[in-house]
């Protein structure tokens, strides 16, 4: 039996990464298991949307990303504006999948995880002490791991899942995908470029080094995920659908794939946890696969670490499912139906189909709610009975007064309590939660005051203008999201 580990993450994908990083940057010792050995340039994910870059801000990474990529205010497989986002990143990046795990990865060992590789995780048993995970090594040795808890981040065939016993209910989406990465000779003028016609679709993207990603899919022509691939085959895709092939050469990578639409009915069987593709698998329509998961460990990764630290009991890790599974759903459900808009229209009928979206986008309300939906700025969770209607919505990166930004302050991976300038409340407020909470003001005048959860959602509001009422909510708020009061005793911070 190895050392105990406080939690085993299975998978050094992007979700399982940030997670990670967000577990070790709390102090957690947390290790990552990955079955492949290296860096993978093979990559499907592409597009990272607002409120991903915006929990990427919240812990210092979305510049970094922004540097490696192309910015489209324009989502043009749709046509959907989103210049016009309440948010700093009124965009989607276009950047390749590994340029994301670079930077979560480089997060996460800075912080103290550590990721083995070539280390497959061939089954797992859980009792009320805790997870036994079997792991085979590359040279084919076999050992196991006892974590306190794992999360399977490990994809659409979860092993994770698997030992759970969990279905993965669903169907497929779309069959005999071919994807490519090439150089173009003559790009398209205003990229990235799209179109359908009924029995063959093609997008193309450019990376913004030299590098463009091209999805091609042919009705009359479907194969086998492992069928090779040839470039003249995308070729011909392309001038159907575009009217060009732009001059596609020079690969660095051709495959085929196809895509399913499927979910677990649980994100949660005691000490084992799924996020990202183990939870839930979705149609490439709107690129918000990648975008998913990310916020699913966003939304795991503090709850994980409140209890791991003793701050809060088990029951809080329900919330996680019941949070992260209704967006999932949401998300299957969406994206289905934008990918069989495009690709189960007659050629016949494609001309009426275009017209038909770009009119209908042309209603300002529903162009401003297909934005917000596709970028995950609405998202937003349940929140209790007669609590204020802010809780549970995401939180806007409001000025501070002290010169930062709401987000910049959620770099600390506590919890941050927006006071309102017009609410004097006493300093000591937070005496006993300071590792928990940051107390701040507002740059700006308003009338609430607001307690935002690590992952950038309000936690609970209220626009009390007493002082002493004001801080008795205040104090009521914090027993219930960061844990007893703390006394310090000789010093120290203690029990």
């Known amino acids: 039996m190895a050392s105990a580990h406080d939690v085993i993450v299975v998978g050094a994908g992007p979700a399982g990464l940030l997670l990670a990083g967000d577990l070790a940057e709390s102090g957690i010792r ?225 495959s085929r794939f196809h895509s399913d639409e499927r979910q677990s009915p649980r994100y949660r069987v005691g000490r084992v946890l799924l996020v990202g593709d183990a939870a839930h698998v979705h149609s490439p329509a709107g690129g918000m696969g990648l975008n998913t998961s990310l916020q699913d460990s966003a939304n795991l990764g503090w709850k994980l670490a409140a209890v791991q630290q003793g701050r809060a009991s088990a029951d809080l890790l329900d919330s996680y499912h019941s949070e992260r599974h209704p967006v999932g759903r949401r998300v299957l459900r969406m994206s289905g139906a934008l990918l069989r808009g495009v690709l189960t229209t007659p050629r016949a009928l494609c001309g009426l189909r275009d017209f038909s979206a770009r009119t209908i986008l042309q209603f300002p309300p529903l162009a401003k709610r297909m934005a917000r939906a596709i970028s995950g700025i609405d998202i937003s969770y349940a929140a209790p009975a007669g609590a204020h209607p802010l809780a549970g919505r995401r939180a806007p990166d409001v000025p501070l007064h002290d010169g930062r930004r709401l987000y910049e302050a959620l ?39 607001v307690l935002v959860r690590p992952d950038a959602y309000i936690a609970w509001a209220t626009e009390e203008r007493d002082p002493e009422c004001a801080a008795n909510e205040v104090r009521a708020a914090l027993a219930q999201w960061c844990g007893r009061q703390r006394t310090r005793r000789h010093g120290h911070v203690g029990d």
């Open 411 to 449: 770099r600390a991976r506590r919890f941050v309590l927006v006071s309102s300038p017009s609410v004097d409340l006493p300093p000591s407020l937070a005496e006993g939660w300071s590792d928990e909470v940051e107390i701040v003001s507002s740059a700006g005048q308003t009338a609430k005051t």
């Open 30 to 254: 947390c290790t990552v298991l990955e079955r492949r050995q290296g860096e993978s340039k093979l990559t499907r994910a592409f597009a990272v949307h607002a409120r991903t870059m915006e929990q990427l801000d919240a812990r210092g990474l979305a510049d970094d990303l922004l540097a490696t990529g192309v910015r489209n205010p324009v989502l043009q497989f749709l046509r959907i504006d989103l210049s016009k986002l309440p948010s700093r990143y009124p965009h989607v990046l276009v950047t390749p999948q590994y340029n994301t795990e670079r930077l979560l990865r480089a997060r996460a060992l800075r912080h103290g995880a550590e990721i083995r590789e070539g280390c497959e995780v061939t089954g797992l048993q859980q009792d009320a002490d805790g997870v036994d995970v079997t792991v085979r090594s590359a040279d084919g040795s076999q050992r196991i791991l006892h974590a306190d808890y794992v999360v399977g981040a490990d994809g659409r065939n979860s092993k994770v899942r698997q030992s759970l016993g969990l279905p993965f209910p669903g169907r497929s989406a779309i069959r005999s995908m071919m994807l490519a990465d090439v150089r173009l000779a003559r790009p398209p003028r205003k990229p990235p470029t799209v179109g359908a016609v009924g029995d063959a679709f093609a997008l193309v993207v450019p990376f913004g080094d030299g590098w463009f990603r091209v999805m091609a899919w042919n009705r009359d022509h479907q194969r086998p995920d492992g069928a090779p691939v040839s470039l003249d085959e995308i070729r011909d895709v392309a001038r159907r659908a575009l009217g060009s092939d732009f001059g596609m050469g020079n690969p660095r990578w051709l």
